[in-house]
């Protein structure tokens, strides 16, 4: 099979209309393999030009053999604009990548390949994802819009197209294309996560009942902090630390920012005054971060992995620091081990995806080891 052939573009991108028409032959059509590594492609296109794509999955319902699937796959080529790709997804779903397109532009390619289906005795049901995802259009405690999943009748049928096939509306919202890109933890990472953070639990809880107590005699304050971060994918979940601010210290927040000793938006200050007494001790020895096993044994975080960054923080990242975002956020990284508050922002991103290209549960244990001396020296530590 020679590799498809690359479509020239043919000027700009209709969002109503009707501008999907190439007439391709099949063998441009790209197989499983492949059309993930067109998927990552235009994702990194799409964040270095701060722009937008959309990718529409037909799939025929009932499952169809060769024939149907060849029929499916001739008739999405013969709409989709020359500047599109087309491929399969699995064997029973064909795929189109649509380049600089609103999910607006996307439901006309559904519209128009469902009516033909349709006519052609065949059903299809279309799942839409929108990159990038709604995650990062929520507010600074991740309580914005959500993508929906795909909605189905109440009788459990499969959609089908009205006999109307004019009226046809779009059957769910856009999801976000992050389900498909990011990579959740194989199952020797997560029997090692529940493993370690098990065992850490236990063996810390006189400790943790100590600081407990010191935080809740100190002030009469809550124990412990709560906060959304962004998770895998860029989920919102609740992170856990001991608190180690005075209550309301987030107000306080946006006064302090021009301060902020990181560059880039995340925030640090060596001598924060929202910091309690107890809290610098805490911070010093990362023992606030002990909580965090608890959000390891849930599933939100993992031993190692990224650090999850507040939503406003991530939400105020450059488009192309959202790829670290492939991979289940944790308690310790590269980052951790190697830079902190010594090395830059960007720096910082760096190491996160380096990990995210590369990790393997060897590396999680080197890291897991590193991390022990890192603490005790406080290296980077604010």
């Known amino acids: 099979m020679s590799q498809p ?20 032959r099949l063998h441009e059509m790209y197989f499983p393999k492949h059309l993930a590594a ?30 149907s699937m060849l029929r499916l796959t001739r008739l999405v080529m013969n709409e989709v604009r020359t500047t599109d790709e087309v491929g399969l997804y699995d064997r029973h779903t064909v795929c189109a ?17 469902r009516e033909l289906c349709y006519q052609r005795g065949m059903t299809v049901e279309p799942v839409l994802y929108t990159y990038p995802g709604q ?28 006999d109307d096939a004019s009226t046809h509306v779009l059957d769910a919202d856009p999801l976000p294309m992050e389900d498909l890109l990011s990579r959740r933890p194989s ?3 997560r029997a090692l996560d529940v493993a370690i953070a098990g065992t850490a639990l236990l063996v810390a809880s006189p400790v943790i009942a100590a600081i407990a107590a010191l935080i809740k005699f100190s002030d009469h304050g809550p124990i412990i902090f709560r906060q959304n971060r962004s998770g895998l994918g860029g989920r919102p979940f609740q992170i856990y630390k001991f608190r180690t601010m005075h209550v309301g210290a987030d107000k306080m927040k946006a006064k302090l920012r021009e301060h902020s000793e990181q560059d880039g938006p995340a925030f640090k200050l060596t001598n924060d005054p929202r910091i309690t007494a107890i809290g610098k001790f805490l911070r ?35 488009p192309w620091h959202r790829a670290r975002l492939d991979v289940m956020p944790g308690l310790t990284c590269v980052w951790q081990v190697k830079g902190r508050s010594r090395v830059s922002f960007d720096d910082w991103m760096r190491m996160d995806l380096s990990y995210t290209k590369n990790y393997q549960v060897t590396q999680d244990i080197k890291l897991i080891f590193q991390t022990i001396p890192a603490v005790l020296l406080r290296r980077g530590a604010k």
């Open 5 to 24: 052939i690359q479509p020239q573009s043919d000027g700009p991108r209709p969002e109503t209309g009707t501008g999907f028409t190439s007439h391709r």
């Open 38 to 67: 067109v998927i990552r492609r235009e994702r990194a296109r799409a964040d270095r030009q701060k722009s937008r794509f959309c990718l529409v999955m037909f799939r025929l319902v009932p499952a169809g053999g060769r024939i």
């Open 97 to 113: 990548v649509l380049p600089d397109t609103a999910p607006s532009g996307a439901s006309i390619l559904i519209r128009r390949t």
């Open 135 to 162: 995650w990062f259009d929520g507010d600074e405690n991740g309580q914005g819009p959500r993508p929906l999943p795909v909605e189905k009748p109440n009788n459990g049928e499969t959609l089908r197209i009205a």
């Open 187 to 189: 199952a020797v990472k």
């Open 284 to 318: 010093k020895t990362s023992l606030d971060e002990l909580p965090q096993l608890f959000n390891v044994l849930k599933g939100d975080m993992s031993l190692v992995g990224p650090r999850p960054l507040p939503i406003d923080e991530q939400n105020a990242c450059d």
